[in-house]
């Protein structure tokens, strides 16, 4: 039976990452179950379920971050989804990698920016913001 | 002459980091004057005073980053004081740590943790927010 | 009260970590308890006691992904510290940061025999292996 | 004439990494011979050939720095093969690269099994463990 | 009007990137065409110009660093083209890049080389050197 | 007996790193004596004596990659004492280092000065160019 934590962080993966996290957690199914089980628990049942930030403020510390480390473009993706989910404009998103230049080069935020386009183009499709 | 972005970016970075980022530039000072130059031009100048990003948004990304990069602490703690000067709370910046252990892992959360110990207990000295 | 993963991984941590371990949280009681809590329960609480993998080869992986990072110092000797309880010998220890400078280069490795050289040191003292 | 140095790795890289490291060596030789050479003399004559760690020990240790550093999935893919070759199971496989979602963060585990994915279909089809 | 910087920039980009540089830029116009003029006024047009140090030893620190960064292969690739369009020899850059097997590992300089194999090819098409 | 490569590679070492690599070698001594040999035959005996590269474009290329990845502040230090030993002015080590602000970051740049500026120092002291 799935525990508290579990049913609490799926719930929320749903809110902030959509479809996109779903989609995480399937390719996981057959090789690594528990990876998936523990990526709800953990980051979205203890974590994002936290009052202490708001989610708004998660999904631009997530974008930065991944933008800064610029080995996780899979990752970035979702969490531009996200953030673009939970309110943050596309202006918004374009000045946070922008912003990475200065901490982490013009390299990384020229990959982020390519991250970005990527997901525009596929929410421009399915006519979301 | 100082250029219009010098004179811009001074004063923001006045703004924003306040003493802990005059001291980087006077470190520079005898080596690097230059280094200086562009540290004030290009990331205060021309980033920190666009109009597209709160400047509270724009420190949870800087501490996000730095964080999740793990190996510029000199400029994670100028950032944490940053945050708290422009409004983010204790509480927020502890939560935006806590985050990166999802993100870039359990060593760099802890480590990003130990920088906000010691510029907290450098701010109640001099009883700061 | 604490959950049956908290106790779980309290138990696991002081068998693997020791000592270090606990200098870890008792430095987060007073910032970030919740980060303790989280390091307790999930790498301690949900990952280490699986039975996958035996803790040697788990202290293995985590002692040699620490060197090649390269950014995490002090969790470095907390883990060269733990692989040494759980039955790692030195000269293995040795050999696995060594084996780094193929994969890291030849700093991350020289870094880490540093690590090594301070664990092994303390250890001196107190008579451990 | 091969070193001694050369002969050595050459018959160590065929044990551990098979095929998949006679195509990285084929791959470098009409632009880098000797980056060749010293990817077989260096690292197999003179690492892997040591007494002083097992290879499954040190395939272990490969496959978690490999995962943590997130930028090398090439060589990541050639390892998680090795580690299977000289006796690692797919489960433990699994186990190591769901650790480093605590030492390196969730995406370097998600990425890492993604190319576990991979190595495990390409060996389903060749009847490998 | 474009500033005096992005003028200045502008002239050195074409000298030393050629046409992978202005495609960067082109790929930049419709979603963060500023990210785009900084990269001609900060890098190239407060960099590159500066007399202290000559266009081929700046090449030369790019692809060193940007291989041993291993998360930037686009950006890697550019600065390979850049590297020969100022003066750097193939076998120089086939050294360069072999030479951070020693600082950032051998995965690193292993991807390095595909890198500069697909811009030799490319080049070998256009009959550059 | 030292191999040929181990002879050849010492004497490259104290041509190009001085005091300072043989500092690094005394400490491995008795803790990792191979990977000391290892330090020397390879990085030493087997690269830097190709011809291939002048020292001064390989030391270059060093310290532009270790101020990059920005976790190997003793081993910058080595290889600033290498360049300026090699002929590099200071005035080209500083301006190798501001660069890596645009590939690496501001941060990666500030910590690369901090290294110069202490090794600038201990070589005023010995009164060194």
Request: zero cysteines; a negative charge.
């Given at each position: 039976?799935p525990?508290?934590r579990?049913?609490?962080?799926w ?5 902030v990452?959509g479809?996109a ?16 089980r523990?990526?709800i628990e ?19 510390a997530?974008v930065a ?6 080995n996780?473009a899979?990752?970035?993706?979702v969490?531009?989804h ?24 013009f390299?990384?935020?020229?990959n982020?920016?390519?991250a ?11 006519g979301?913001?």
């Amino acid at each position: 039976m799935p525990s508290e934590r579990y049913n609490r962080g799926w719930e929320k993966l749903k809110e902030v990452d959509g479809e996109a996290g779903e989609k995480v957690l399937a390719s996981l199914e057959d090789i690594a179950p528990d990876l998936g089980r523990f990526t709800i628990e953990f980051p979205f049942g203890d974590i994002y379920t936290r009052p202490d930030l708001d989610l708004r403020s998660r999904e631009i510390a997530v974008v930065a971050a991944l933008t800064a480390l610029g080995n996780a473009a899979p990752q970035l993706r979702v969490h531009i989804h996200a953030a673009l989910n939970v309110g943050v404009t596309r202006k918004e998103v374009v000045e946070i990698i922008t912003m990475m230049a200065v901490y982490a080069g013009f390299p990384a935020a020229l990959n982020g920016m390519a991250a970005a386009k990527e997901v525009f183009a596929e929410r421009d499709k399915k006519g979301l913001s």
